[in-house]
């Protein structure tokens, strides 16, 4: 927690959990209206860079010297 102090950082987050349980069908219209949107394109997840295997090493390499900011994907 240190480091979002040092950089000013403001961290915000939802109980997502006890607000499906409580608000059911609040719950389901807003994952009704998210899908719909991901369907229409109008939101979209981060890029995936993927890596076969055997190129599993340059993967990490990537993520470690930070040259690759998508998410990253090794596959078999």
């Given at each position: ?42 939101l ?18 990537k993520?470690q010297d ?11």
């Amino acid at each position: 927690m240190n480091l979002p102090l040092l950089k000013g950082c403001a961290i915000l987050g939802v109980f997502w959990g006890q607000f499906s349980k409580l608000e059911k069908e609040l719950n389901l219209t807003n994952l009704n209206q998210l899908i719909d949107w991901i369907l229409e394109d109008k939101l979209k997840g981060p890029e995936v860079a993927e890596f076969p295997i055997d190129r599993a090493k340059e993967a990490l390499l990537k993520l470690q010297d930070r040259s690759n900011y998508r998410k990253g994907l090794v596959t078999l």
